[in-house]
């Protein structure tokens, strides 16, 4: 008896080995006493958790997590129109998978002395900012005295952005460079640069410091898969083969707000799918990066300011396709429709709107292996399509050959 | 706050989305707690929370009335995710064995007035019969519990046989079980 009270507690504390806990599962359909010492190993081991300090949720927390009660997102529709039909009957996957690190050029190759220095001096920043809005810093506990000095005795993000995207960075001056520099500067650094604002006013919320966590994050990883000699050392991990989860998006963008500037919006999850979307944390930061380019792209033009993002495995053999819907005008979607065919207007405003979208062709270049932008055209490997009053803005990655189950970061 | 209505899961399983709710506002606090003692995180003990109940509700299959009662099935699994996420980052920290988080386990005495104000009276009562435990009892409880070291482990670094880290882990549950018999989950 005594044996099975200690199998039982081993087993609830998940220490008994696993042909152990195989052999005390199967007892536990026939054996009473089996059950009966479960149950009270559980309740022991409760009550000991029970001792844990009282902490409170936030009320984003209650929010996001309310949000799986919603109905589910239908991209049935989508899934079905002819573009994914094309894309089914076309995509065939490349021998050697693409996983990451393509998109990096060398920061003091950049010509521009005034950008490189503006760079470096952003990732430093960002690197003393992340430990302050981590999940033990006293700004999660809502001590925000050493985040607001911090962020008082900086440049606020969002004014290095707006001047160093004041003249266009030239592409035949700076080659691959520019792509690099878009790449640190438009994709997750808007939102950031956003919430540090906020968090250096007046009115916040908790939910504000943790999107700024995953932001910095994302934007530390974004800048040193654009520049191999910005932070060599973390690179060094970065390249070091890691499968990433579809959860870690999911966890990220689950009930989020987003802000392209000072547009505003809000994320509504589909369920993605449980599975490695990525190899390698260099990898993960350009998906990551296409992700917020989407998300960039659409937030602005959705009707309700809501947007939806999906993940889907299989629907396309050996690809993921990733999702961004919203409800939109149909002038909006024309817009849309425009930067995506590359059709330029004389009006500046878009401007950075198609180099989201050249962001993405770039690494869909790179990911599919094409030489051509009008190869990954004709493979529907991306797009924007529109059904009843949405816009769907998409792009395909190659899956992980015989990836199974979760996988972890 | 901690008792949860035995029908709530089955309400669950049916879709129920205030039942749902309910759960939340009950338990999502301990379960929180909990979580966060073992992380130090409070991302991570958020993100804990939030997968539980993703799962709870696409797949409320995952628990059954076999495997016990349904609070002190979700105080372990919040237990064991927030001890498999200790053990990943450990890992991929590589970072040798420290006793921060437990020396960061807070005082149960030394609260401040408002967490004071929040606790209830069970948790005094459970928290007094923790303190309560002998050192020697109370240690092996904590690194098994809440930092998922095994047997085997606890007795190498305690340098301790095998056989008297089982029982002293046995006594001390036997302890807190006898000292909070009246306790409901």
Redesign the interface.
């Given at each position: 008896m005594e044996t099975l009270k200690q199998k039982a507690l081993d087993y609830t504390l998940g220490i008994l080995p696993k042909d152990e806990s195989l052999l005390f599962e199967a007892m536990l359909e026939e054996n009473d006493e089996a059950r009966h010492s479960l149950t009270e190993a559980q309740e022991d081991c409760a009550r000991i958790g029970l001792s844990a300090q009282p902490k409170s949720l936030g009320k984003e927390v209650k929010q996001r997590i309310l949000e799986n009660c919603q109905p589910s997102l239908n991209f049935d529709p989508f899934l079905e129109s002819k573009p994914i039909q094309n894309l089914r009957t076309t995509f065939s996957r490349t021998t050697d998978r693409y996983n990451g690190g393509g998109g990096c050029v060398t920061l003091r190759n950049i010509n521009d002395a005034r950008l490189q220095d503006e760079i470096n001096r952003l990732y430093n920043d960002l690197i003393n900012l992340s430990p302050l809005v981590a999940g033990d810093s006293d700004a999660a506990a809502g001590d925000m005295a050493s985040l607001h000095s911090m962020l008082k005795g900086i440049p606020s993000f969002s004014q290095s952005i707006d001047s160093l995207l004041t003249n266009p960075i030239s592409k035949d001056k700076e080659g691959d460079g520019a792509q690099s520099v878009y790449r640190s500067l438009l994709s997750s650094m808007p939102s950031l640069s956003f919430f540090s604002d906020r968090l250096n006013g007046k009115s916040y919320s908790m939910g504000d410091v943790r999107r700024l966590f995953y932001l910095c994050r994302d934007q530390l990883k974004i800048m040193r898969a654009s520049f191999d000699d910005i932070d060599p050392n973390r690179l060094v991990e970065d390249e070091k083969l890691r499968l990433h989860s579809a959860g870690l998006l999911q966890t990220k963008w689950w009930g989020a707000e987003h802000a392209y500037f000072s547009a505003q919006g809000k994320v509504r999850c589909g369920h993605f799918f449980d599975g490695p979307v990525t190899e390698r944390c260099v990898e993960f930061a350009e998906y990551d990066a296409n992700m917020y380019c989407l998300a960039n792209l659409l937030s602005p033009r959705s009707s309700n300011g809501e947007f939806h993002m999906e993940l889907i495995k299989d629907a396309v053999p050996n690809c993921i396709l990733a999702i961004a819907r919203a409800e939109t005008t149909k002038g909006r979607h024309d817009e849309l429709d425009q930067i995506v065919n590359g059709i330029k207007s004389k009006s500046t405003s878009l401007q950075n709107d198609h180099i989201l979208w050249e962001l993405i062709e770039e690494s869909m270049l790179r990911a599919h292996q094409h030489s051509t932008l009008s190869e990954l055209k004709n493979a529907s490997l991306f797009g924007c399509h529109r059904l009843e009053n949405s816009s769907y803005l998409w792009f395909a990655w190659p899956a992980i050959e015989n990836s199974q189950g979760g996988a972890v970061a | 706050m901690?008792k949860i209505e035995n029908d709530i899961w089955e309400k669950i399983r049916d879709g129920d989305?205030l039942a749902?709710?309910q759960l939340?506002?009950g338990f999502?606090?301990?379960m929180?707690?909990?979580s966060?003692?073992i992380?130090?995180?409070?991302?991570?003990?958020?993100?804990v929370?939030?997968?539980i109940?993703?799962v709870l509700?696409?797949k409320p299959e995952a628990y059954s009335p076999?495997?016990?009662?349904f609070?002190?099935?979700?105080?372990?699994l919040?237990?064991?995710r927030s001890?498999?996420r200790y053990r990943?980052r450990k890992r991929r920290l590589d970072r040798g064995e420290t006793d921060e988080i437990l020396q960061s386990r807070?005082d149960?005495a030394n609260?401040d007035g408002a967490?004071k104000a929040?606790?209830s009276d069970?948790?005094e009562h459970?928290?007094r019969a923790?303190s309560n435990l002998p050192p020697e009892q109370r240690k092996i409880?904590e690194l098994?519990?809440f930092k998922?070291m095994?047997?085997q482990e606890i007795a190498e670094k305690l340098n301790l046989s095998l056989g008297t880290v089982?029982s002293r882990?046995?006594l001390g549950?036997e302890k807190?079980?006898n000292s909070?018999s009246t306790?409901r989950?």
């Amino acid at each position: 008896m005594e044996t099975l009270k200690q199998k039982a507690l081993d087993y609830t504390l998940g220490i008994l080995p696993k042909d152990e806990s195989l052999l005390f599962e199967a007892m536990l359909e026939e054996n009473d006493e089996a059950r009966h010492s479960l149950t009270e190993a559980q309740e022991d081991c409760a009550r000991i958790g029970l001792s844990a300090q009282p902490k409170s949720l936030g009320k984003e927390v209650k929010q996001r997590i309310l949000e799986n009660c919603q109905p589910s997102l239908n991209f049935d529709p989508f899934l079905e129109s002819k573009p994914i039909q094309n894309l089914r009957t076309t995509f065939s996957r490349t021998t050697d998978r693409y996983n990451g690190g393509g998109g990096c050029v060398t920061l003091r190759n950049i010509n521009d002395a005034r950008l490189q220095d503006e760079i470096n001096r952003l990732y430093n920043d960002l690197i003393n900012l992340s430990p302050l809005v981590a999940g033990d810093s006293d700004a999660a506990a809502g001590d925000m005295a050493s985040l607001h000095s911090m962020l008082k005795g900086i440049p606020s993000f969002s004014q290095s952005i707006d001047s160093l995207l004041t003249n266009p960075i030239s592409k035949d001056k700076e080659g691959d460079g520019a792509q690099s520099v878009y790449r640190s500067l438009l994709s997750s650094m808007p939102s950031l640069s956003f919430f540090s604002d906020r968090l250096n006013g007046k009115s916040y919320s908790m939910g504000d410091v943790r999107r700024l966590f995953y932001l910095c994050r994302d934007q530390l990883k974004i800048m040193r898969a654009s520049f191999d000699d910005i932070d060599p050392n973390r690179l060094v991990e970065d390249e070091k083969l890691r499968l990433h989860s579809a959860g870690l998006l999911q966890t990220k963008w689950w009930g989020a707000e987003h802000a392209y500037f000072s547009a505003q919006g809000k994320v509504r999850c589909g369920h993605f799918f449980d599975g490695p979307v990525t190899e390698r944390c260099v990898e993960f930061a350009e998906y990551d990066a296409n992700m917020y380019c989407l998300a960039n792209l659409l937030s602005p033009r959705s009707s309700n300011g809501e947007f939806h993002m999906e993940l889907i495995k299989d629907a396309v053999p050996n690809c993921i396709l990733a999702i961004a819907r919203a409800e939109t005008t149909k002038g909006r979607h024309d817009e849309l429709d425009q930067i995506v065919n590359g059709i330029k207007s004389k009006s500046t405003s878009l401007q950075n709107d198609h180099i989201l979208w050249e962001l993405i062709e770039e690494s869909m270049l790179r990911a599919h292996q094409h030489s051509t932008l009008s190869e990954l055209k004709n493979a529907s490997l991306f797009g924007c399509h529109r059904l009843e009053n949405s816009s769907y803005l998409w792009f395909a990655w190659p899956a992980i050959e015989n990836s199974q189950g979760g996988a972890v970061a | 706050m901690l008792k949860i209505e035995n029908d709530i899961w089955e309400k669950i399983r049916d879709g129920d989305s205030l039942a749902f709710e309910q759960l939340y506002d009950g338990f999502a606090g301990a379960m929180f707690s909990l979580s966060l003692e073992i992380l130090g995180d409070r991302w991570e003990a958020e993100e804990v929370i939030q997968d539980i109940f993703a799962v709870l509700w696409r797949k409320p299959e995952a628990y059954s009335p076999k495997k016990g009662k349904f609070s002190s099935w979700l105080l372990v699994l919040t237990r064991n995710r927030s001890i498999d996420r200790y053990r990943s980052r450990k890992r991929r920290l590589d970072r040798g064995e420290t006793d921060e988080i437990l020396q960061s386990r807070p005082d149960q005495a030394n609260k401040d007035g408002a967490e004071k104000a929040t606790a209830s009276d069970e948790r005094e009562h459970l928290n007094r019969a923790f303190s309560n435990l002998p050192p020697e009892q109370r240690k092996i409880i904590e690194l098994s519990y809440f930092k998922g070291m095994n047997q085997q482990e606890i007795a190498e670094k305690l340098n301790l046989s095998l056989g008297t880290v089982k029982s002293r882990t046995r006594l001390g549950i036997e302890k807190l079980r006898n000292s909070l018999s009246t306790l409901r989950l």
